[in-house]
């Protein structure tokens, strides 16, 4: 049963207890008064209930309210660092990218003497959001370092979905162009479902393509392509030679980007996953009980040391920007994760930044590099 469906049944089942709903994060708030309300007419229930959408759930976005822990400890002084008593081996995705990259550059050599082509990648970014124009920044950058080509639409944020769609398309018809991304998150005016769709599938190098989606969540089929970070959150463990068979995953946040296919792809692994969310209830429960921990939730500091059980492994996806007038931009970027805390129970972890995020980029050009070597023939 899917969270949102066990979320569902448990607040169903308190439905005939008063709530006090004001105590209650916002938008668990809204699932316990949808729960009351259905409970007051059996026959609207059941005719509810035999409709598509009360069997797909309701569709309520994962908001992460500060998390109510009035006991917890103070945050620890940045300055702290790692003490000695740390046992924590810090996993080095920078190091691992640049292999990737290495790998990725051969082969576009390859490619070219054999082909005469290099593969192409096109990116499409709309609007000016800080962070974005950084990310695309760093992919662009990436392409360039490996020797493919790269394509860059910029539309302004007032442009309307139409012109989002006609620039895919435009890319989708370039031969020189193997891989199409449109940078997330669209501005809230537009409707990223219908943007998405306009990307071909043997372009789709994100891994959102429902059918990639599908055929990673059957074991036994093989999607064209898988989401950059969640094969960047394999690749960090496989590298460090952490077993996964067996192994409890807890991966926080379950977005189409991180957790839902990393959740995918370490079942295909055989790890035991459990995926938490913002209306999870005792998450630190579920993590202390955890092997491996995986962090995408976008909340800085969301996961304490308290949170782990000795020994964990910490993969930290979270790339939150803080305030810090001490940096020249005011501002510093930080995990989910709070690392002074979890490099004393964690026996790997990696740092932000410097951890996932290089790899994901590589894990772009890497899925780019596939794309190209399927339209000329030269796949294994
Ligand atoms: N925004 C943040 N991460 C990603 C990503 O992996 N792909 C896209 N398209 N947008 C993002």
């Known amino acids: ?147 493919i080509k790269s394509l860059l639409a910029e539309l302004p944020r007032n442009c309307t979905e139409d012109e989002v769609v006609d620039s895919v398309s435009r890319f989708n ?30 372009k789709d190098v994100d891994g959102f393509h429902p059918l990639n989606v599908g055929n990673l969540a059957l074991r036994s089929r093989k999607p064209l392509f898988v989401s950059c970070a969640a094969k960047a959150c394999l690749e960090l463990l496989l590298q460090s030679g952490i077993d996964l068979m067996g192994k409890h995953v807890t991966i926080i946040g379950r977005s189409k980007v991180v957790g839902l296919p990393t959740s995918l792809l370490l079942q295909r692994h055989h790890a035991t996953v459990s995926v938490i969310h913002a209306y999870t209830e005792n998450p630190e429960e579920i993590t202390r009980g955890s092997d491996i921990v995986i962090s995408a939730a976008g909340v800085a500091n969301l996961v304490r040391g308290s ?17 810090d007038p001490a940096s020249d931009f005011g501002y510093r970027l930080t995990g989910d994760v709070c690392f002074e805390e979890a490099v004393n129970v964690a026996s790997a972890i990696t740092p932000v930044p410097g951890g ?17 070597k399927r339209v000329y023939g030269l796949s294994d």
């Open 173 to 202: 018809e370039d031969p020189s162009v193997h891989g199409v991304l449109v940078q997330l998150p669209l501005p809230q005016h537009m409707d990223e479902q219908k943007i998405l769709n306009a990307i071909s599938l043997d």
């Open 307 to 323: 949170w782990l059980k000795q020994g964990a492994v910490v993969i930290d996806v979270g790339t939150n920007p803080v305030e």
């Open 356 to 372: 996932v995020g290089p790899v994901t980029i590589a894990m772009l050009l890497a899925n780019t590099l596939d794309s190209a």
């Open 1 to 147: 049963m899917g969270g949102a469906a066990v979320a569902l049944l448990a607040a169903t089942r308190r439905s005939s207890i008063p709530l006090v709903t004001s105590s209650l994060p916002r938008a668990a708030r809204g699932l316990h008064e949808a729960a009351a309300a259905a409970g007051e007419d059996k026959a609207r229930t059941r005719r509810r209930r035999s409709s598509s959408s009360s069997f797909l759930g309701p569709d309520i976005t994962d908001t992460w309210d500060p998390p109510p822990r009035p006991a917890a400890s103070p945050l620890p002084p940045r300055a702290a660092g790692v003490d000695y008593e740390s046992t924590a081996t810090i996993i080095d995705g920078k190091s691992i990218a640049e292999d990737i990259r290495l790998q990725v550059a051969e082969e576009v050599l390859q490619m070219k003497n054999a082909v005469g082509h290099v593969p192409g990648l096109a990116v499409v970014l709309v609007g000016d959001r800080k962070d974005s124009q950084s990310y695309v920044r760093f992919k662009v950058k990436g392409c360039e370092e490996v020797g």
